[in-house]
Nanobody
Framework: RVQLVESGGGSVQDGGSLLLSCTSS????????MGWFRQVPGSEREGVAG???????TYADFVEGRFTISQDNAKNTTYLRMTALKPEETAMYYC?????????????????????????WGQGTQVTVSA
């Protein structure tokens, strides 16, 4: 089982920025893909961004160029840089990891928001954006 630890959450003003980090207990750059999700109580978990083993990033439409996902293989760490944050983006943010082999990579690139692709999840880090 892969352990994931998120950090970097906090409270910011409307329009503020945060850098979330997710450190994995293991990492294989050849097969792992990572996703960032968020959830508010009473709502479903929604995908924010994903990155595959080639470093190709993908984003939810609502990101609109404000967020950047990146991977530092040497540190087993995935980052999510968030800028121009909005109050409605207040949520618990989670990272998740999945083994995405070559045979399913195309499927993942299309359906990366599907939680079933991911086998392990972090505990989450709270992001609060005030108006």
């Amino acid at each position: 089982r892969v352990q994931l630890v998120e950090s970097g959450g906090g409270s910011v003003q409307d329009g503020g920025s945060l850098l979330l980090s997710c450190t994995s207990s293991e990492w294989s750059s050849r097969t792992y893909s990572m996703g960032w999700f968020r959830q508010v109580p009473g709502s479903e978990r929604e995908g924010v961004a994903g990155i595959d083993s080639d470093g190709t990033a993908t984003y939810a439409d609502f990101v609109e160029g404000r967020f950047t996902i990146s991977q530092d293989n040497a540190k087993n760490t995935t980052y999510l840089r968030m800028t121009a944050l909005k109050p409605e983006e207040t949520a618990m943010y989670y990272c998740a990891i999945g083994v995405i082999t070559t045979s399913v990579k195309q499927m993942w690139s299309r359906d990366w928001r599907d939680p079933n692709f991911y086998t392990d999840w972090g505990q989450g880090t709270q992001v609060t954006v005030s108006a």
